[in-house]
């Protein structure tokens, strides 16, 4: 896939955003949870995310067209740390206006480190995107980096959270990106969603 990805725009404003023509899909995360490896995995193109051992190195709305078919959205992330609360207000209310209101975004991939026990601002970010009703998948990142049995018990554990407000759970993926695992399941999922575009 990897000649079939080219970089579009970045903007600080859904208005900004490239013509709403394309299915589109968001990926976001908390910081260093692994999103801009995964967009490259999923991409083929190596560099096309750039990795930072340094959180929030995302600040802008990143659109890349993949195939000529559909966008692929990389959002900055949430959970910083070492932001000051007005940088972090103003991201917060970028990326809640581009999701609520960006007419042709499919699904977002909502990105959780399977290492860690289940977050509160996972927890919280996650009911705010089913009180809002956009659609969103869940991916568990770093799978490699533990037992498979260790996986297992964490994603067991953030799905039964969600049983108690949910009635219905989120469709989810299990990812790696030093193995590319989950890279052909997500791919198909965005091409079934591909075919629902009007």
């Avoid at 990897?2 to 955003?17: A, E, L, P, W």
């Avoid at 953030?158 to 407000?165: A, V, W």
């Amino acid at each position: 896939m990897g000649n079939g990805v080219k970089f579009i725009k970045s903007t600080t404003q859904y208005k900004d955003c490239p013509p709403p023509d394309k299915p589109e899909y968001a990926f976001i995360g908390r910081s260093n949870v692994g999103k801009s490896s995964l967009i490259n995995m999923l991409t083929g193109v190596k560099n096309l995310a750039k990795v930072s051992s340094k959180p929030g190195k995302t600040q802008l709305i990143n659109h890349f067209l993949v195939t000529e078919s559909w966008y692929l959205v990389d959002l900055p992330g949430y959970g910083w740390a070492k932001v000051s609360r007005v940088d972090r207000d103003k991201w917060e209310k970028m990326v809640r206006d581009y999701l609520q209101l960006r007419e042709n975004l499919m699904n977002v991939f909502l990105l959780i480190d399977s290492r860690i026990e289940p977050q509160k601002n996972d927890l919280e970010f996650l009911n705010w995107l089913g009180s809002e009703n956009i659609p969103f998948s869940i991916v568990f990142t770093k799978c490699d980096k533990q037992s498979k049995s260790q996986t297992n018990r964490i994603v067991n554990k953030f799905l039964e959270n969600l049983t108690t407000t949910w009635e219905e759970l989120p469709d989810y993926f299990v990812s790696s990106t030093e193995t590319n695992l989950g890279k052909e399941e997500i791919l198909k999922f965005i091409e079934s969603v591909n075919v629902n575009f009007k």
